[in-house]
């Protein structure tokens, strides 16, 4: 992935939610205050992706008490940053606990969110069904709870403005968070076919998804988000063209 990517990457939710909520209660609210800067969604390297400026790499001057020229010192800056990078961005820790403690973390990440969900398909099945879409607001609210009292603060919004108008308004608002709103109807769409369980890569997917539809221009995932996607017709909002089929990819981009 990196050798293809050559290092490009897209920003993370952490990043662009806030930018997003940010936009969304000035245009919603048409409070006076400016819109904020425009943030980078797609840059490259490590610090893109973690959204620091923490991972650098210079080759030392001199080596073993000799001088390093100039030239030898340039050319093992590169290689050093280069092996930095691949890394960090390869995931590659210095020994196998490390490997061992991260994978380990990251499966049960996954199963928290799988389970999550399915309490939640659960509680849905004891509201009824015709509360799916109130539901699905809910937690989208929820899961940006910090962000959207921080951004309110910054703003000078009172929260409760919006709480006060129930399912409306925060619909309205999570309507207008790009990515926050993919996210939401790649969940509702999934619950809507309670037979089918979550499984633990689905906070993989959601996550990658609810940033790279709104801001790609092409998306290759899984048959079944395509689907949702299409049904959600998130593909026409955002002007994006999501395919499972990755040999139809060449055509796309020469276009």
């Given at each position: 992935?990196?050798?293809?990517?050559?290092?490009?990457?897209?920003?993370?939710?952490?990043?662009?939610?806030?930018?997003?909520?940010?936009?969304?209660?000035?245009?919603?609210?048409?409070?006076?205050?400016?819109?904020p800067?425009?943030?980078?969604?797609?840059?490259?390297?490590?610090?893109?992706?973690?959204?620091?400026?923490?991972?650098?790499?210079?080759?030392?001057?001199?080596?073993?008490?000799?001088?390093?020229?100039?030239?030898?010192?340039?050319?093992?800056?590169?290689?050093?940053?280069?092996?930095?990078e691949?890394?960090?961005?390869?995931?590659?820790?210095?020994?196998?606990?490390?490997?061992?403690?991260?994978?380990?973390?990251?499966r049960?990440?996954?199963?928290?969110?799988?389970?999550?969900?399915?309490?939640?398909?659960?509680?849905?099945?004891?509201?009824?069904?015709?509360?799916?879409?109130?539901?699905m607001?809910?937690?989208?609210?929820?899961?940006?709870?910090?962000?959207?009292?921080?951004?309110?603060?910054?703003?000078?919004?009172?929260?409760?403005?919006?709480?006060?108008?129930?399912?409306?308004?925060?619909?309205?608002?999570?309507?207008?968070?790009?990515?926050?709103?993919?996210?939401?109807?790649m969940?509702?769409?999934?619950?809507?076919?309670?037979?089918?369980?979550?499984?633990?890569?689905?906070?993989?997917?959601?996550?990658a998804?609810?940033?790279?539809?709104?801001?790609?221009?092409?998306?290759?995932?899984?048959?079944?988000?395509?689907?949702?996607?299409?049904?959600?017709?998130?593909?026409?909002?955002?002007?994006?063209?999501?395919?499972?089929?990755?040999p139809?990819?060449?055509?796309?981009?020469?276009?």
């Open positions: 992935m990196l050798s293809l990517s050559q290092g490009h990457a897209i920003a993370s939710a952490q990043v662009v939610v806030p930018y997003e909520i940010e936009v969304a209660l000035i245009k919603q609210l048409q409070l006076p205050n400016d819109l800067p425009a943030i980078q969604i797609f840059g490259e390297g490590a610090n893109h992706v973690f959204n620091t400026e923490m991972f650098t790499y210079e080759a030392p001057d001199e080596y073993e008490g000799h001088p390093l020229p100039a030239e030898l010192q340039a050319v093992a800056t590169v290689v050093g940053s280069t092996a930095m691949f890394g960090i961005l390869a995931g590659s820790p210095s020994s196998e606990k490390t490997r061992l403690a991260l994978s380990e973390h990251m049960l990440t996954g199963s928290m969110f799988a389970c999550g969900q399915q309490e939640l398909r659960d509680r849905v099945a004891q509201l009824g069904r015709g509360r799916l879409e109130d539901v607001t809910a937690t989208a609210i929820a899961d940006i709870h910090g962000p959207l009292l921080a951004v309110c603060a910054r703003l000078g919004v009172d929260p409760g403005r919006l709480f006060a108008g129930g399912a409306e308004v925060l619909g309205h608002l999570v309507g207008d968070i790009p990515s926050r709103w993919v996210e939401r109807e969940r509702r769409l999934r619950h809507a076919n309670p037979q089918k369980r979550w499984e633990g890569n689905d906070l993989n997917d959601v996550m998804l609810s940033v790279a539809v709104p801001y790609c221009d092409v998306v290759v995932t899984e048959r079944q988000w395509v689907h949702f996607v299409d049904r959600a017709e998130l593909g026409q909002r955002f002007n994006t063209t999501v395919i499972s089929d990755l139809k990819l060449p055509e796309l981009l020469g276009r």
